[in-house]
């Protein structure tokens, strides 16, 4: 009888084995494989003409609040301007003082999203091509080389990955 239970735990550990052994793993560098890729670099470009618009236009708000704000300097030290000119003049700047921060956190709000836009088909073009990979050559898991803390070159599947994205 213990021979019978020896050998069905022998059984499952020898099972169990084979198993573990019989999955293969794989890791990718997909920070490398995002900034070689055409689409990453165009989108990019993209993003930093879309930020020096925004940035030109907001810099063009606040030198135009700055010259206002001398020029209502000026008038007050000169004793043209009442004391309730001088109060609505001010509500009047701080009122463009605030449009100029609402605008500062429209344009990153606006940047973000036209960024997510932009990358999003390409994360997903990376993550398809992984899981091609994966499927085409029998890989159970991939990982991402930033993640991870030890891998062999031969489990390196980033070049398989690069030319499934034609790179």
Known sequence: MKFFKFAFVALVLLVATATVSAQKFGYVNSAELL????????????????????????????????????KLQEQAQQGTLSPKQQQEEAAKLQAREEEIANFEQKMMADLQKKRQTLLTPIYDSINNAIKEVAEENGFQFIFDEQVLLYGQDSQDVTAMVRAKLGM
Do not use: W
Not at 45 to 64: F, I, P, W
């Open 35 to 70: 900034s070689e890729l055409p689409a990453t670099k165009a989108a990019e470009s993209n993003l930093e003409a879309l930020q020096k618009q925004l940035q030109k236009q907001g810099q063009g708000m606040v030198e135009t609040f700055q010259t206002d704000y001398q």
